[in-house]
């Protein structure tokens, strides 16, 4: 069997059996997905590669199992987990019954093996529905492959559901999210995620049809989506392009050095801004000294944090009340003609 399911079974098979919060709680019920294996095609129609090709000929001698058979295999995996737990809690009478725990836990790991190996098909048929998605082909296998061995350690045989309908619920989950979380610089949600797998696809089928790019109005309808809906996917699937992405194959510049800082202000600007602080500090300094420091409090003059106007009394020993009043006082002084022509020019 392929070498990398067998050391993704190797590294998970441990990590998984107190873990589950992050991918959420599996359903209570699921209908049953006829999920059958076709030929692959890569997103731009080209055929995929023929180690893809040859790993879906091996998965595909593996023969299917049938409810009985899940059902004893789900059996012999829970007996080798309990096994388990017995051997590390040396919880066993003598060296014999040891050797018996151990012959389970055995039985149960060649039986995980079996029910991963069986349902590497139904992996396949769920990774097939994310083609189009930037991730390639192989590596939403291998996160479906993940959420398989993650439903194997999951499953209850006890409440009847047959294994496919469980996994494949896990298979989903584990695809979705790998495509939210590796293939964006900016993490969408996953239902986002998967929405937009969907628009792609659709954008694709259309610009084969129509032999252009479809409109918005054409995808909405292809997809079922409001307009409005279509066109907020549209937005969200735009990738960001790096500041030192290069401007073309032929420039050595970057993005960064033609992209202007519209936060940096002018030299005039910024000489305006010194003298509208010259004539205010020039303002401040013809009040009283306790309006001048309670207005400096009040607007955070000094160290650019507001005070309120009970903190400002506080600092000052008065009431509120009072503290509002001496504010008013000062505020009235600078409106005063006389120092609010030499205010009135930067204002606007």
């Given at each position: 069997?392929n070498?990398?399911?067998?050391?993704l079974?190797?590294?998970?098979?441990?990590?998984?059996?107190?873990?589950?919060?992050?991918?959420?709680?599996?359903?209570?019920?699921?209908?049953l997905?006829?999920?059958?294996?076709?030929e692959?095609?890569s997103s731009?129609?080209?055929?995929?590669e023929?180690?893809?090709?040859?790993y879906?000929?091996?998965?595909?001698?593996?023969?299917?199992?049938t409810?009985?058979?899940?059902?004893?295999?789900?059996?012999q995996?829970?007996?080798?987990?309990?096994?388990r737990?017995?051997?590390?809690?040396?919880?066993?009478?003598?060296g014999?019954?040891?050797?018996?725990?151990?012959q389970?836990?055995?039985?149960?790991?060649?039986?995980?093996?079996?029910l991963?190996?069986?349902?590497?098909r139904?992996?396949?048929?769920?990774?097939?529905?994310?083609?189009g998605?930037?991730m390639a082909?192989?590596?939403?296998?291998?996160?479906g492959n993940?959420g398989?061995?993650?439903?194997?350690?999951?499953f209850?045989?006890t409440?009847?559901n047959?294994?496919?309908?469980y996994?494949?619920?896990?298979?989903?989950?584990a695809?979705?999210?790998s495509?939210a979380?590796?293939?964006?610089?900016?993490?969408?949600p996953?239902?986002?995620?998967?929405?937009?797998?969907?628009?792609?696809?659709?954008?694709y089928?259309?610009?084969?049809?129509?032999?252009?790019?479809?409109t918005?109005?054409?995808?909405?309808h292809?997809?079922?989506?409001?307009?409005?809906k279509?066109?907020?996917?549209?937005?969200?699937s735009?990738?960001?392009?790096?500041?030192?992405?290069?401007?073309?194959n032929?420039?050595?510049?970057?993005?960064?050095?033609?992209?202007?800082?519209?936060?940096?202000?002018?030299?005039?600007?910024?000489?305006?801004?010194?003298?509208?602080?010259?004539?205010?500090?020039?303002?401040l300094?013809?009040?009283?000294?306790?309006?001048r420091?309670?207005?400096?409090?009040r607007?955070?003059?000094?160290?650019?944090?507001?005070?309120?106007?009970?903190?400002?009394?506080v600092?000052?020993?008065?009431?509120?009340?009072?503290?509002r009043?001496?504010?008013a006082?000062?505020?009235r002084?600078?409106?005063?003609?006389?120092?609010?022509?030499?205010?009135?020019?930067y204002?606007d």
């Amino acid at each position: 069997m392929n070498e990398r399911t067998e050391v993704l079974e190797q590294n998970f098979s441990e990590d998984v059996q107190e873990d589950g919060g992050a991918w959420g709680s599996e359903p209570e019920e699921l209908e049953l997905e006829e999920l059958e294996v076709e030929e692959v095609e890569s997103s731009d129609n080209e055929p995929v590669e023929d180690s893809v090709q040859l790993y879906l000929h091996e998965i595909g001698q593996v023969a299917l199992l049938t409810a009985t058979e899940e059902r004893e295999l789900a059996m012999q995996i829970t007996r080798g987990k309990e096994a388990r737990m017995r051997i590390n809690n040396e919880d066993y009478r003598n060296g014999r019954e040891r050797f018996q725990l151990e012959q389970d836990v055995a039985r149960g790991e060649d039986a995980r093996r079996k029910l991963i190996q069986a349902n590497l098909r139904l992996v396949v048929s769920v990774a097939k529905k994310y083609i189009g998605s930037p991730m390639a082909f192989m590596d939403l296998v291998q996160e479906g492959n993940i959420g398989l061995m993650r439903a194997v350690e999951k499953f209850d045989y006890t409440k009847g559901n047959r294994f496919s309908t469980y996994a494949t619920w896990w298979i989903r989950q584990a695809v979705t999210r790998s495509i939210a979380e590796q293939s964006r610089l900016i993490r969408l949600p996953v239902h986002l995620s998967e929405s937009i797998v969907h628009l792609r696809r659709a954008i694709y089928r259309l610009e084969q049809q129509l032999e252009r790019e479809p409109t918005a109005e054409e995808l909405a309808h292809a997809l079922g989506m409001s307009l409005r809906k279509v066109k907020r996917l549209l937005q969200a699937s735009t990738q960001p392009v790096s500041l030192e992405q290069p401007l073309n194959n032929e420039s050595e510049g970057r993005v960064s050095e033609v992209l202007a800082d519209e936060s940096l202000e002018t030299p005039m600007e910024i000489a305006a801004q010194n003298m509208l602080h010259a004539e205010l500090n020039a303002a401040l300094n013809d009040l009283p000294e306790r309006e001048r420091k309670i207005l400096q409090l009040r607007y955070g003059l000094l160290d650019g944090q507001r005070r309120t106007l009970e903190e400002v009394g506080v600092a000052f020993g008065i009431t509120r009340e009072r503290t509002r009043q001496i504010e008013a006082e000062a505020m009235r002084r600078l409106r005063h003609p006389s120092v609010g022509m030499r205010l009135h020019g930067y204002l606007d």
